[in-house]
Structures are given as structure tokens and as C-alpha cells.
């Protein structure tokens, strides 16, 4: 049989970088960083990453500290530490580098890129997205200022701080023995059918969170759950919490508001990926992972 495709840890979550959070209060130290040629930069237009195409295929360091005048901009972001080297990333929205990069979205580079490279882009595009929807208090409406190497923003008027926000939602395959269902939103593209997913909401615990996911989008109640793994979601700032949830093999109500349809599928329908009535999710997401995790076990 094969095994699902994105084994945690999944696509965009960071590895192999030591984050150096002490390093974020340390101005010379980062200042010299800032000037290091070994220091690493990854930058980002409008969210999109600039890439260098190279014979070996996308290069999302094609920057460096000599082709940005010999100096990094004091407003990068610090993201840590890759074998030593400094790592920033750098919002270059509304410039032109002067060099012949291009523009592509994160989720296209997926396929082409190691995890690892992969993981600092998604933690690069989720600050930066941060950075520039948080530039002004939300208690007395003054201008912030960037402190911590852009890992908070505080007021100069009334001293509110303010730090990344991450969203935490829960993103669940239901099954019943040799049965499970997926959904469809107006917004997938077509053909495809996924797990069910909601954000959490305030003063909610996860499992109170995907029961009434579940209820709300198709009428079922769970009678069991098990957390699985989880997927950071910088689009722009979600955390996805994966589970799988039991309940019994009955009609579905659909939530129209929510899905325009959702099915209970036998294994036997999704196996043969030549055959499968619908198209499964992109296998850089967890909810594919999710899905071939269930399919491919052994039952
Ligand atoms: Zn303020």
C-alpha cells in the first residue's frame, strides 16, 4: 500500500532553524548580522516570494546582503539561525530589486522546494502578513513601532503590545469503519472534496470545536475523536489542528451555507487514485494527509 505523501512534520512548518529568540533583543549583535554576506535573506512581494530560476530549479535566496548595498534594512525581520547563519526575511512590496526575480505564491513552490526551505518561507510570508496588517494601535489608533526584530509592535502613545497572532483551527476527517465523509465549499477548486474545517472559537476547546463543526456542516454527532497532527497554515496565519472522528454511517445534513455538498465515500471509492469519484485535496495540506493516513492504514 502506499503511505500518505506528507507524514508529519507537514509542508510549511519550520525545521532544522534555531529560532535565537534571545537574539531578537540584541541590536549589535543583529546589526552585524544585518552586514554579515553570510546572513540569509528571503524576501517577499505582496506575499509572493522573489525567486531567482535556476538550472536546479527555483532559488528563494537569490538576495543577498551584497546585492542590498552591503546592509540588510534595519525593518527585516530575524528569523533565526541556519547552521549559524543569520536568516531575515525582508518585505521588498512596492520595490524593484534591480535584480531579475519573479513573483510566485508559496503554495506553488510546494512541489519544488526541500521542506526545510519551505518551512522559512511560510514563517517569513506569516510575520511579514503580521507586519503590515498591524501597523497601528488597536486602543488609541497610534502609529507602531517594530521592536524585537519585527517579532512585536508596540505604542509609543500607550504603550500597548502587540504580537503575531496565530489562528487555531480544527480541520477533521469523520469516519465510520469502512466509511468516510468529505465536503465540498464553493471556493475549492473544481472537483474536489475535502475534510471538514472550522476555526476555533473564543472560550472553546478543540473538541467542543469540532463537534460543532461537525453538526453544524453536516448534521452529525461524534462519538469519538483523536487528535492527529497539526500543520502551520500561513494563508495568511492559521495553525491547523488535524483530527479523526468516529461516528455512525448516517444521512448527512448539509450546511448549505457552508458546503454545496458533502458525501460519505467507502475506501474503496477513494483508493485507486486512477478511479476516484472526486479529486482529493492538494498534497502539500493536511487534510490530505489526513485522508491517506485513513486510507492507506491497515483496517
Ligand atoms: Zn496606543
Redesign the pocket.
Given at each position: 500500500m502506499p503511505v500518505p505523501n506528507n507524514p508529519p512534520p507537514h509542508i510549511y512548518t519550520t525545521v532544522g532553524l534555531e529560532r535565537a529568540a534571545d537574539r531578537r533583543r540584541d541590536p549589535d549583535w543583529l546589526a552585524q548580522k544585518r552586514r554579515d554576506p553570510k546572513s540569509l535573506v528571503v524576501a517577499l512581494h505582496d506575499l509572493r516570494v522573489l525567486i531567482a530560476d535556476r538550472a536546479s530549479g527555483p532559488d528563494p535566496f537569490a538576495l543577498t546582503v551584497a546585492s542590498l548595498g552591503g546592509e540588510i534594512p534595519q525593518e527585516s525581520v530575524f528569523l533565526g539561525l541556519l547552521e549559524e547563519r543569520a536568516v531575515f526575511a525582508l518585505d521588498m512590496s512596492g520595490e524593484s530589486s534591480g535584480l531579475a526575480l519573479r513573483a510566485v505564491e508559496l503554495r506553488a513552490l510546494a512541489p519544488l522546494l526541500p521542506a526545510r526551505e519551505l518551512g522559512l518561507l511560510a514563517y517569513a510570508r506569516a510575520l511579514l502578513h503580521w507586519g503590515a496588517m498591524q501597523r497601528f494601535?488597536g486602543?488609541?489608533?497610534?502609529t507602531l513601532v517594530v521592536g524585537e526584530a519585527g517579532h512585536m509592535r508596540w505604542?509609543p502613545?500607550?504603550?500597548?503590545e502587540f504580537f503575531p497572532r496565530t489562528d487555531p483551527a480544527v480541520i477533521v476527517l469523520v469516519t465510520a469503519c469502512e466509511h468516510c465523509v468529505l465536503g465540498r465549499s464553493p471556493r475549492f477548486p473544481p472537483g474536489v472534496y475535502s475534510t471538514l474545517a472550522g476555526f476555533v472559537e473564543p472560550g472553546e476547546s478543540l473538541e467542543a470545536a469540532v463537534a460543532r463543526e461537525i453538526r453544524e456542516e453536516v448534521g452529525l454527532e461524534i462519538e469519538g475523536l483523536d487528535y492527529r497532527s497539526s500543520q502551520p497554515w500561513p494563508f495568511p496565519q492559521s495553525l491547523m489542528l488535524g483530527f479523526r472522528a468516529r461516528a455512525r454511517l448516517e444521512p448527512l445534513r448539509i450546511d448549505a451555507r457552508e458546503l454545496e455538498d458533502a458525501r460519505w465515500f467507502h475506501r474503496r471509492e477513494l483508493l485507486d487514485e486512477h478511479h476516484r469519484p472526486v479529486r482529493l485535496p492538494a498534497p502539500d495540506s493536511i487534510a490530505r494527509y489526513l485522508i491517506e493516513e485513513w486510507l492507506f492504514e491497515d483496517s
Amino acid at each position: 500500500m502506499p503511505v500518505p505523501n506528507n507524514p508529519p512534520p507537514h509542508i510549511y512548518t519550520t525545521v532544522g532553524l534555531e529560532r535565537a529568540a534571545d537574539r531578537r533583543r540584541d541590536p549589535d549583535w543583529l546589526a552585524q548580522k544585518r552586514r554579515d554576506p553570510k546572513s540569509l535573506v528571503v524576501a517577499l512581494h505582496d506575499l509572493r516570494v522573489l525567486i531567482a530560476d535556476r538550472a536546479s530549479g527555483p532559488d528563494p535566496f537569490a538576495l543577498t546582503v551584497a546585492s542590498l548595498g552591503g546592509e540588510i534594512p534595519q525593518e527585516s525581520v530575524f528569523l533565526g539561525l541556519l547552521e549559524e547563519r543569520a536568516v531575515f526575511a525582508l518585505d521588498m512590496s512596492g520595490e524593484s530589486s534591480g535584480l531579475a526575480l519573479r513573483a510566485v505564491e508559496l503554495r506553488a513552490l510546494a512541489p519544488l522546494l526541500p521542506a526545510r526551505e519551505l518551512g522559512l518561507l511560510a514563517y517569513a510570508r506569516a510575520l511579514l502578513h503580521w507586519g503590515a496588517m498591524q501597523r497601528f494601535c488597536g486602543r488609541c489608533g497610534g502609529t507602531l513601532v517594530v521592536g524585537e526584530a519585527g517579532h512585536m509592535r508596540w505604542c509609543p502613545s500607550c504603550r500597548a503590545e502587540f504580537f503575531p497572532r496565530t489562528d487555531p483551527a480544527v480541520i477533521v476527517l469523520v469516519t465510520a469503519c469502512e466509511h468516510c465523509v468529505l465536503g465540498r465549499s464553493p471556493r475549492f477548486p473544481p472537483g474536489v472534496y475535502s475534510t471538514l474545517a472550522g476555526f476555533v472559537e473564543p472560550g472553546e476547546s478543540l473538541e467542543a470545536a469540532v463537534a460543532r463543526e461537525i453538526r453544524e456542516e453536516v448534521g452529525l454527532e461524534i462519538e469519538g475523536l483523536d487528535y492527529r497532527s497539526s500543520q502551520p497554515w500561513p494563508f495568511p496565519q492559521s495553525l491547523m489542528l488535524g483530527f479523526r472522528a468516529r461516528a455512525r454511517l448516517e444521512p448527512l445534513r448539509i450546511d448549505a451555507r457552508e458546503l454545496e455538498d458533502a458525501r460519505w465515500f467507502h475506501r474503496r471509492e477513494l483508493l485507486d487514485e486512477h478511479h476516484r469519484p472526486v479529486r482529493l485535496p492538494a498534497p502539500d495540506s493536511i487534510a490530505r494527509y489526513l485522508i491517506e493516513e485513513w486510507l492507506f492504514e491497515d483496517s
